[in-house]
């Protein structure tokens, strides 16, 4: 049995155990392919929407670290797509963080920016301070990169805030 990790609920099907733990492997080795492959192997065998969303959250991340940038854009524009229909909020916000870094790396600050707002706006609604600040975070380093450290700075304060508001400091 595979408890919840990364969007996952407890799995209990042997072949999809074996998969994820192939895959999680795979991926804690930066062997990005086989990660990639092992979770579209189980996202193949999925029906339920929010494992979905969680599945193609593993890939796009995979995706990112191998470097294909355009096709995490399009695992995590799919990811959305089921999120929304489904209404999972939890999912939305990853998805929208995490497309926010895509368009970051891609030097499209402003598409980042409009994706991480979306984030933030989810994350505040389910109340979330931990993905909150990491959002904030993020945000102050596009200003930061956009060379406007003093909206930077502002966004890192609340970062900061937020971080110590929850002991994460």
């Known amino acids: 049995v595979l408890p919840y990790?990364?969007?996952?609920?407890?799995?209990?099907?042997?072949?999809?155990?074996?998969?994820?733990?192939?895959g999680f492997r795979a991926m804690n080795e930066y062997r990005h392919a086989d990660a990639?492959?092992?979770?579209?192997?189980?996202l193949d065998l999925?029906?339920?929407?929010?494992?979905?969303?969680a599945l193609l959250n593993l890939i796009g991340v995979s995706q990112i670290r191998s470097g294909?940038?355009?096709?995490?854009?399009?695992?995590?524009?799919?990811?959305?797509?089921?999120?929304e229909k489904a209404k999972n909020d939890e999912a939305l916000t990853d998805a929208f963080g995490n497309i926010g870094l895509v368009y970051?790396?891609?030097?499209?600050?402003?598409?980042?920016?409009?994706?991480?707002?979306?984030a933030m706006e989810i994350a505040g609604k389910i109340k979330s301070l931990k993905i909150q600040a990491r959002i904030?975070?993020?945000?102050g380093l596009?200003?930061?990169?956009?060379?406007?450290?003093?909206k930077a700075l502002d966004y890192h304060q609340k970062?900061?805030?937020?971080?110590?508001?929850?002991?994460?400091?």
């Open 46 to 53: 999925e029906t339920d929407d929010s494992e979905r969303c």
């Open 5 to 22: 990790i990364d969007g996952l609920p407890e799995v209990r099907e042997q072949k999809k155990v074996v998969l994820l733990r192939k």
């Open 68 to 83: 294909a940038y355009k096709d995490a854009e399009q695992t995590f524009l799919e990811m959305i797509s089921i999120a």
């Open 36 to 42: 990639i492959a092992k979770f579209q192997e189980v």
């Open 104 to 118: 970051q790396t891609l030097s499209e600050p402003e598409k980042a920016l409009e994706y991480l707002q979306k």
């Open 136 to 139: 904030l975070g993020n945000i």
């Open 142 to 150: 596009i200003y930061d990169a956009l060379g406007k450290p003093r």
């Open 159 to 169: 970062a900061l805030e937020i971080n110590t508001k929850i002991g994460k400091l």
